[in-house]
């Protein structure tokens, strides 16, 4: 068999996994929250245009209202200004958008420290226990916050301070921006850097190095407790905005069933 029946096969007989790594859209999805001065994008919105009346008696269809960088979303590296003359998100290559994944996890650490920052060790300890980070592919840090999606509060854990959530040191971020041959990085909370990163020097780092590196960004992602460690196929699929900094996207995960 060619390898596509093969891969057809094996999604179909559930030997391949297919696991949806995507948070839905609705006017609830939580959304990033700037100060001010700064503009902030709109929630995600539903306009309908006709539902089986007199705008459009056989059809149901509806306008949608959002920002780019809304739920589960890809950062292009023309978002940030270290990487304001790179690719937009239509011009990402396909094959860092359907490319080998790892995840690594540091729930425990990140739900006794709601800032925890990753760091070049955390990274070199997984890659002992687990091998080399993926060439061309994805790492998924994991830290547990997927599971507060459903609340707005909960996720932004904000307090006078601002959101408290985890991330990735400065040094770390250059590491995997200089030292690493990752397409992207992908993480369960709104953005890829910590709630208190305008703390850190530079602020933003994962935006300002990796995106300046010309990596991706991956936001937002649910059901990272349900993939292992290795071994995972990562399906990314933005939209294609010419001249986009970014797109709501759907991501899948397929993973070899070994039960």
């Not at 859209?25 to 902030?40: D, G």
């Not at 006794?112 to 990274?123: A, G, R, Y």
């Not at 993480?187 to 910590?194: M, P």
């Not at 699929?237 to 986009?244: H, K, R, S, W």
């Amino acid at each position: 068999m060619s390898l596509i029946t093969d891969l057809l096969t094996g999604i179909s007989s559930g030997r391949i996994e297919l696991i949806d790594l995507t948070a839905p859209l609705t006017e609830k999805t939580p959304v990033l929250a700037l100060p001010e001065p700064y503009k902030n994008a709109q929630p995600f919105e539903l306009e309908l245009i006709s539902r089986f009346d007199e705008n459009g008696p056989g059809w149901y269809w509806n306008n949608i209202h959002t920002g780019e960088h809304t739920g589960t979303h890809v950062d292009a590296p023309n978002h940030w200004i270290t990487g304001r003359d790179g690719l937009d998100v239509s011009e990402i290559p396909l094959n860092a958008l359907f490319a080998p994944a790892v995840v690594l996890d540091v729930t425990e650490r990140a739900n006794k420290d709601p800032d925890f920052l990753l760091q070049i060790s955390d990274v070199e300890e997984w890659q002992a226990a687990n091998g080399p980070l993926p060439r061309g592919g994805w790492l998924l840090y994991r830290t547990g916050w997927g599971s507060r999606a459903h609340n707005a509060e909960d996720f932004a854990n904000a307090d006078d301070t601002g959101p408290h959530t985890p991330g990735v040191s400065a040094e770390c971020a250059k590491w995997l921006a200089e030292e690493t041959e990752l397409a992207g990085f992908g993480v369960e909370t709104v953005g890829t850097d910590a709630g208190q990163a305008t703390a850190l020097d530079p602020i933003f780092p994962c935006h300002h190095y990796l995106l300046g590196a010309g990596k991706i960004g991956l936001t937002q992602l649910q059901n990272l407790d349900r993939l292992p460690a290795t071994g995972i196929a990562l399906a990314v699929l933005p939209l294609p905005i010419v001249g986009g900094s970014g797109s709501p996207a759907r991501v899948v995960a397929l993973v070899e069933n070994k039960e």
